[in-house]
């Protein structure tokens, strides 16, 4: 009994004091202790004086230290949080918590109040209630959002978040997916609304589009005709299937066909299939476009000459049309041909006359012209003339042989034919010239080929007459003489050789007569065309003439009976050549077996247009390009403008020179080159693509980024030019920060510092700075960990926030400390924790809506108090009693200590060994009580200081007074002095 007692009074003396109930250095009681109201009530306090046990209120002052205000000893508390009430009397104070507590509502805020965020992005929304006093609380996740922090405001003025209280909802555009975290996903301008309490708070957030992960360009697949234009645009979606139009800021190249003339207007002028392609960002999308030819302005038929035989396989024409920008197609089915003679069926030419045809092709209101030679087919039939001649002896003729084939053309073949005689005289002078020189009836045959020809000759003698007519031959013995032409060679064989008609004179006597003989040309031997070597225009036509030379020099026009071909350039009608193909060509004339040539040069006619060259380039900035002008004339002729004649080139290319005849590319795109040449001009397209990169840049070149988040990179190359391009996806990307991670562009922040973002490219270099700051703690960590202190011994704990990349930071100071252990308490400050129940225990600390906890192991303290079992038996002498001693710290701690306890006894008679007590003699035990320094105290009602303790029925007992009374007391209790 004495034992218990006086651990129970320590204990509880212990208790009051730490509580401040009594203050240590007297004897000041006020009440209630520790009372929580709500912002706006009122709470009376009392003082006691315990030394006279007397109420003191009305003469104590009353203080506080915050949180509202005193009238007398009536506290009303407006501002929310823990307090201290303080009374002080007579020199002595006491002290007590009061916590106050937010009144109802009167407001919600909701913050962020205005957000932009990036689809896909999470926004984290906290709801803050307040009150009329000001207080204001956190009611995030008391609250419903519709799409942050909410903050209530009471009547006092209390603010308090109220983000985990209050219902937070959003009219679109996404949806919270933990606690207030909302995640936006479609683009747009939506309401965030916060309800808590009866109060609604709302707030704006603009969602825009994530980055671009598709992009589509219209229209698709477009078929046009050359010289139209296409207006392309370009749409991005990214990954929330939000679309942004990004016609202005993407990029269109076209692989050929033509090219744009504006950002993102093509037109075509190459006929084809070509690749349209988009960029954006590191996005490509391509469709195609077909370019189909324009309205044609030129028209070309093939072969521009030909030469066939009659009833041979003729010719077959290809007839061409070309548009302005140059495009060709084949119109042979459609174009209408039509023949100055002989059969045209559809594109096939055949004939059977011989001689020389245009034909004309038309389509689409364009003409073209080619001539056609038809030669004789070979010979079926051989005709000689003259038939059946006469002539007297020394006389001549002359024979012509004339071919004709199956169709009835018909050719001169004297000199080629083979002209032979049965006898009577020799063919003189050229091989079908034939003198008779013996009477009688021969025959003359000719040979052509596989055909052959005859007819007679009589042959006739000379004669002389009498007077009585009587006629006699004199060949032998008259004189022959002739004037001009000839010579006779022997007495009556004339041989002429100058062509013309002469008198032949016949003496006999003196007898004459005379005759005339006339002398045509002989065989062909020389023939000449002219004019010799001339020159023309296109367009222009001149006259050829042919003359034949026999091997006596005698010359005739043998014009009528040539034939004129040219090897090109133009067509003949009879011995008039029309000029239309520029160059020098060979003009021939073929008369009797032979050939006569000539030049002729066909000049280009006055330009009528220019076309430069190259037409269509691709070409890297910075290179060079070498541009020519050829000149077309009405004819279809092409000639290169020579570079010493003033053709002047330029561009609209604004980085781009023209010196000369030389075009250095400048800024990438579509640029038109222009050749100007008098009065014409033709355009040229140049691509212009970036060259060799100089120089990259990333970007951000600075940025700051929470741990854990993420940063986007791009690089952009530039070239000698000044050009630049996205060469973000070839860019090798890397980062000295140790905790971060580089996945091709993307960053991923890790240790807080500042670190470099490193890029390469093509043997380029670029850095861009980030800073790192710590990032949303996801984890707390309480440190000293799995500690073990002795009852009321204390433990100062710290709190550290760390995030998701492993960066820490102490966040003690906003750290709410609290322990399993239902004996022990947090101080104040809130992190020194002073240990109480024996046992294993947890310290748990919450920040920011994060908890984290460390064990702490309570062993017992210091004895205070030993108490012994049982203790009060009656035995008889000699029995043996066996005690158990259980030892008690100062907080109330218990544990056997029976073992290493030392024993005694005031039996004289009795004896104890370790814990066992062996009777001898019947004892006054109280006797010995008091012997031994204990004393009585009542637990009751003490008649002598007229007071009642304190109900601890925790302890067994029911009352236990505070004053030392004596005898007078009517209930029992022991306490050591």
């Known amino acids: 009994m004495a034992v218990k007692g006086y651990t129970l009074g320590l204990i509880l003396f212990v208790c009051l004091l730490i509580s401040g109930v009594i203050n240590a250095e007297g004897a000041l009681i006020i009440s209630p202790l520790n009372a929580t109201v709500v912002a706006g009530e009122s709470i009376t306090y ?96 008391l609250a419903a959002f519709t799409a942050t922090v909410v903050r209530a405001k ?12 209050a219902t937070i909802t959003t009219t679109g555009g996404g949806s919270f997916t933990a606690n207030n975290r909302f995640f936006g996903t479609t683009t747009g301008t939506y309401t965030i609304q916060a309800v808590y309490d009866g109060k609604t708070a709302t707030a704006v957030v603009v969602i825009n589009h994530a980055t671009a992960t598709i992009l589509s360009i219209l229209p698709r697949d477009m078929t046009i005709m050359a010289g139209s234009n296409v207006i392309y645009y370009a749409t991005a979606t990214d990954a929330y299937n939000n679309k942004w139009a990004v016609t202005t800021v993407a990029t269109f190249t076209a692989s050929g066909g033509g090219s744009f003339i504006s950002q993102h207007e093509f037109k075509g002028t190459m006929t084809g299939t070509y690749i349209i392609q988009m960029s954006y960002e590191d996005k490509i999308a391509t469709t195609t476009i077909t370019i189909n030819h324009a309205t044609p302005t030129t028209l070309n038929i093939a072969p521009a000459t030909a030469t066939i035989i009659a009833g041979g396989e003729g010719v077959y024409y290809l007839i061409t049309a070309a548009d302005e920008y140059g495009n060709p197609w084949i119109v042979t089915d459609t174009a209408t041909l039509t023949t100055t003679g002989e059969s045209l069926t559809a594109n096939h030419f055949t004939g059977t006359t011989a001689g020389t045809y245009i034909i004309t092709a038309e389509y689409a209101q364009q003409l073209a012209f080619a001539t ?25 003729v002359v024979y ?31 091989p079908h010239e034939f003198m008779g020189t013996r009477t009688g009836t021969y025959t003359i045959s000719a ?67 005379t005759t005339t003989v006339t002398i045509n040309h002989a065989t062909t031997t020389i023939l000449s065309i002219i004019p010799q070597n001339t020159s023309i225009i296109a367009g222009q036509s001149t006259v050829y003439y042919t003359t034949a030379t026999d091997g006596h020099g005698n010359t005739w026009d043998a014009t ?155 690089v952009t190359a530039r070239d000698g030019m000044g050009n630049t391009w996205t060469v973000t996806n070839a860019t090798a990307f890397g980062s000295d920060d140790p905790r971060g991670t580089v996945t091709g562009f993307l960053y991923t922040a890790g240790e807080v510092g500042t670190w470099t973002i490193t890029g390469g490219y093509a043997g380029l270099a670029a850095s ?39 960066n820490t930071w102490t966040v003690a100071g906003s750290t709410s400390f609290t322990t399993t252990d239902s004996w022990g308490t947090m101080s104040d400050n809130g992190n020194i924790y002073t240990a109480g129940m024996v046992g294993t225990w947890t310290i748990t600390g919450e920040c920011a809506g994060l908890a984290g906890s460390t064990t702490v192991i309570v062993i017992h303290g210091t004895p205070t108090v030993l108490v012994m079992e049982p203790t009060t038996i009656a035995v008889a002498a000699g029995d043996t009693v066996k005690y158990d001693i259980t030892a008690r710290d100062i907080v109330g701690n218990t544990w056997m200590v029976t073992g290493s306890t030392t024993y005694s006894t005031t039996d004289p008679w009795g004896t104890i060994t370790d814990n066992l007590y062996t009777t001898l003699k019947v004892g006054d035990m109280d006797s010995y009580r008091r012997e031994r320094g204990f004393e009585y105290q009542c637990y009751g009602y003490c008649e002598t200081c007229h007071s009642h303790g304190i109900d601890d029925r925790s302890t067994g007992y029911s009352y236990y007074c505070w004053l030392k009374c004596g005898l007078l007391c009517h209930s029992y209790g022991y306490i050591r002095q």
């Open 46 to 141: 009392y003082a006691t004086d315990t030394d006279t046990n007397t109420d003191v209120t009305g003469a104590a002052t009353f203080t506080t230290n915050g949180g509202g205000s005193f009238a007398l000893n009536v506290f009303t508390g407006t501002i929310t949080g823990t307090f201290v009430i303080t009374v002080s009397y007579a020199g002595t104070i006491a002290t007590t918590a009061v916590t106050i507590t937010p009144d109802s509502p009167i407001s919600l805020s909701i913050s962020p109040l205005n957000a932009t965020t990036t689809a896909g992005a999470p926004v984290i929304y906290s709801a803050t209630a307040t009150d009329s006093y000001n207080n204001s609380w956190n009611v995030t996740g």
């Open 154 to 165: 009471d009547n006092h003025g209390n603010y308090w978040d109220v983000s985990q209280l």
């Open 372 to 396: 056609t030679t038809i030669n004789h087919a070979i010979a079926t039939l051989l005709s000689i003339m003259p038939i059946n001649a006469s002539l007297t002896a020394g006389g001549n």
């Open 400 to 430: 012509y042989a004339t071919a004709t084939d199956e169709y009835g053309n018909a050719w001169v073949v004297t000199d080629t034919a083979t002209i032979t005689t049965t006898g009577g005289g020799t063919f003189v002078s050229s």
């Open 447 to 513: 040979t052509y080929e596989e055909t052959q020809a005859t007819t007679t000759v009589i042959i006739n003698h000379a004669t002389a007459t009498d007077v009585y007519g009587n006629a006699w031959s004199v060949t032998d013995v008259a004189t022959f003489t002739a004037i001009g032409g000839g010579v006779f060679d022997n007495l009556q064989e004339f041989v002429g050789t100058k062509t013309g008609t002469y008198t032949i004179r016949v003496d006999y006597g003196e007898l004459f007569n």
């Open 560 to 714: 009528g009976s040539s034939t004129f071909t040219t090897n090109g350039g133009g067509a003949f009608l009879f011995n008039n050549v029309l000029g239309i193909i520029a160059g020098t060509f060979t003009i021939t004339s073929k008369y009797a077996g032979l050939m006569a040539t000539t030049t002729l040069n066909i000049q280009h006619d006055i330009p009528l247009s220019i076309q430069i060259s190259p037409l269509n380039s691709i070409i890297m900035a910075g290179n060079v390009i070498a541009y020519h002008a050829t000149a077309t004339d009405l004819y279809n002729n092409n000639w290169d403008i020579p570079a010493s004649t003033a053709t002047v080139f330029s561009s609209d290319d604004p980085w781009g020179t023209v010196t000369g005849f030389l075009y250095t590319a400048g800024e990438v795109g579509t640029w038109t080159v222009t050749g100007k040449h008098g009065e014409l001009t033709d355009n040229a397209t140049v691509v212009v693509v970036h060259g060799t990169a100089t120089a990259i840049v990333i970007e951000p070149a600075t940025t700051t980024v929470a741990a854990g988040d993420t940063v986007v990179y791009s």
């Open 768 to 806: 861009a700075t980030v800073g790192v700051v710590r990032g949303t703690a996801t984890a707390l960590i309480i440190t000293p960990a799995d500690t073990t202190i002795e009852a009321i011994g204390t433990m100062s704990y710290t709190a550290t926030a760390m995030d998701v990349k492993g």
